[in-house]
């Protein structure tokens, strides 16, 4: 069991619920709930998946991602324009070509903030 399924177990128990009642809240058949929490989590859950049990058990949509993201070498921060996430994968866990991508996108924000910059 990972760190977040530690926590949606804690949560689960907090709230006092059973794995048929946190299915039914959440609309996932009862084996995939018992999976998200017990089973080998190799991939992130749907972003559906997340939004569903967030509401289930109470948590804001952020707070869910945030760990779903944390357990999977990602950070998720939430800006204020409404509906927009920036995602952010950790360099270690980028391939070589979106490490690429990464940088020539830096450049190109340097290149265009010291333009800016000028008198």
């Known amino acids: 069991m990972n760190e977040l399924q530690r ?8 709230l006092r619920l059973s794995y048929p009642q946190l299915a039914r ?5 009862q084996s995939t709930v018992w999976n998200l929490i017990n089973g080998p989590m190799v ?11 967030a509401k289930a058990l109470d948590w804001p949509v952020d707070h869910l991602m945030q760990l ?13 324009d409404e509906g927009l996430q920036v995602l952010m994968a950790s ?11 990464v ?9 265009n903030r010291n333009n800016n910059d000028r008198p």
Request: glycine residues 6%.
């Open 103 to 111: 940088l020539a996108l830096a450049q190109v924000l340097i290149r």
């Open 25 to 29: 809240l959440t609309g996932i058949p």
């Open 7 to 14: 926590q949606l177990d804690a949560r689960r128990r907090k």
């Open 43 to 53: 991939q992130p859950p749907s972003k559906e998946k997340v939004e569903q049990l």
């Open 91 to 101: 360099w270690s866990q980028m391939s070589p070509r979106d490490r690429e991508s």
């Open 68 to 80: 779903v993201g944390e357990q999977f070498g990602y950070h998720v921060y939430t800006v204020e």
